[in-house]
């Protein structure tokens, strides 16, 4: 019995469990790949009608920042992924991302954050 999965409206088969390679048929034509691949296959064929095999999203290759700066102030992370604007620091309080240069952040939780200092 093999493995079946649903996405999206579309069966997703399990072909060889030692390669974990998984199939479905899109746009009347078969896709092979990881189980990631194809059910991004299936999700852009969904958004945009366009077939892409899933060998295609695992090319994909996202480096993070290396010169990322971060300053702790009163219990608050604020980070930098830019070397070169000081306007792109950025913090996240109660969810929501606030971003601008680091003196008017700092300056926004003196007035607006209460914090445990």
């Known amino acids: 019995m093999r493995k079946r999965l649903y996405h999206r409206g579309y069966n997703v088969e399990l072909n060889d469990e030692k390669k974990e390679e998984y199939s479905a048929r899109i746009g009347g034509k078969q896709v092979l790949g990881t189980l990631l691949g194809v059910k991004q296959s299936i999700d852009w064929w969904c958004d945009t009608n366009i077939l892409r095999m899933p060998d295609e999203f695992d090319k994909q290759d996202f480096v993070d920042s290396t010169d990322k700066k971060i300053e702790e102030y009163k219990g608050i992370q604020i980070m930098n992924d830019s070397d ?9 309080i109660k969810g929501n991302l606030l971003k601008g240069s680091l003196p008017a952040l700092k300056q926004f939780v003196d007035k607006k954050v209460v914090t445990k200092s």
Do not use: C, P
């Open 84 to 92: 070169d604007d000081d306007k792109a620091w950025y913090m996240i």
